[in-house]
């Protein structure tokens, strides 16, 4: 080989090192966690091989944002399952609720004494819970909405958050705020029963 067809050489050679080190740094911190079920053939049980060519191993099946123990670290965060008999039970008692919160909010009366004392005419009592948190009786917690970050500090809300327990399995949750008000049925969440966790944990 000539001189002159090496020294051509030499720089394409260097070029390509550079590139490939560029390429490679700057793939770095690039790694994204995908869908575990893209692009991923489906395994007898249905259930997507971790294998799967894009599927990383340590990314839980239907994990919300791909993080590693999601489903663990945000189940304090999903209400639990309610039977179909006692979900029927919690959306009636929410129909008869949200009239309620309707007639207070156009009052302007979300303080939590105001919800309480109404919620109380329709026949509930209040929710009794021992120091341990063992519950002692009453289905009715009437509490004032939870404090939030704002303007850097923490400010609470005017209005009221309203937890029924219907069954052990069904809730009622609801509040009724300036802004607006509802009642929706649901299951109770594994810390704090028929109120949906804070969002700081």
């Known amino acids: 080989m000539s001189t002159s067809t090496s020294a051509r050489r030499a720089p394409l050679a260097a070029a390509a ?3 490939v080190a560029g390429l490679t740094l700057t793939a770095c911190g690039e790694l994204r966690a ?7 053939a489906p395994s007898a049980s249905g259930a997507s091989s971790p294998s799967a060519a894009g599927a990383s191993p340590y990314v839980e099946p239907g994990a919300g944002d791909g993080a590693p123990h999601y489903n663990e ?17 919690a959306e009636r008692e929410a129909d ?20 309480r004392t109404a919620l109380l005419r329709l026949g ?9 948190g063992k519950r002692l ?18 400010v609470t809300p005017e209005g009221a958050m309203v ?3 219907v069954h052990d399995d069904a ?31």
């Open 163 to 165: 937890g029924l327990r």
């Open 34 to 40: 995908r869908d575990a079920t893209a692009g991923a």
């Open 124 to 132: 509930y009592e209040e929710e009794r819970v021992s120091k341990d």
């Open 137 to 154: 009786g009453g289905t009715l917690t009437v509490t004032a909405m939870d404090s939030r970050y704002q303007d850097g500090g923490y």
């Open 171 to 201: 809730c009622v949750m609801a509040f009724v705020q300036k802004s607006n008000f509802e009642a929706r049925a649901n299951g109770p969440y594994l810390e704090t029963g028929c109120f949906p966790p804070p969002f700081a944990h």
């Open 17 to 19: 090192l550079v590139l």
């Open 73 to 89: 670290n945000n189940a304090h965060r999903r209400p639990g399952e309610m039977s179909p008999a006692h979900a029927e039970d």
């Open 96 to 115: 008869r609720i949200r009239p309620v919160l309707k007639r207070l909010w156009e009052r302007h009366q979300w303080d939590p004494a105001s919800v």
